[in-house]
């Protein structure tokens, strides 16, 4: 597998500017969270033909896939749903591949939180270890979750937010 900063590297190139948040398992590279390594790596990019620079030249069907094992996906806005105030906890990465791209990298407890409305399997494994390496109170899990958009109103569909309620009531009882 490609070192995370070689991929870095490389979508900052194809890039040339903008701001890319790096989350899924990906990102807990930065973290010190072990995690088994993805083929594929989410993105949201702004602005958009940045983005579509990147999948074009990196995506599943890429060259950079078949020599890599490895794609890259960039993500609309909403795939990554994390508490309001994320951005606050990120780990921030200004210029170091390119002078003006901009990597953001959400803190562990936000990407688990952003998992929850679906919380599949390697969603639960990703929480155990996220908690396991970062354990998590009771008091702190219920601020990001009265921080979530769930929430906050700003998801309206009703089934939406009680498979989020049901899955954080789940990952409640994963808490040490």
């Not at 973290?31 to 995506?59: F, H, K, N, W, Y």
């Not at 490895?70 to 806005?77: F, G, I, K, M, Y």
């Not at 919380?119 to 702190?140: H, K, T, Y």
């Amino acid at each position: 597998m490609v070192p995370i900063h070689e991929v870095l590297q490389e979508i900052s190139r194809v890039a040339v500017s903008g701001e890319i948040v790096v989350f899924g398992s990906t990102a807990l590279q930065f973290t010190g969270v072990v995690v088994d390594e993805s083929e594929r790596i989410d993105l949201l990019v702004e602005p958009a033909e940045c983005g579509q620079r990147i999948e074009a030249s990196m995506g599943a069907q890429s060259a950079y896939n078949e020599k890599h094992g490895l794609s890259v996906r960039v993500q609309p806005a909403e795939a990554f749903l994390a508490p309001q105030s994320w951005r606050a906890r990120s780990k921030k990465i200004e210029g170091l591949y390119a002078p003006e791209v901009n990597f953001i990298i959400p803190h562990p407890h936000d990407i688990v939180m952003s998992a929850l409305e679906h919380f599949e399997s390697q969603d639960r494994e990703i929480a155990r270890l996220v908690l396991e390496a970062m354990p998590l109170s009771g008091d702190d899990l219920e601020a990001l979750a009265a921080d979530m958009p769930h929430r906050k109103q700003a998801i309206s569909d009703p089934k939406r937010c009680e498979a989020f309620e049901k899955h954080l009531e789940a990952l409640s009882k994963m808490l040490p």
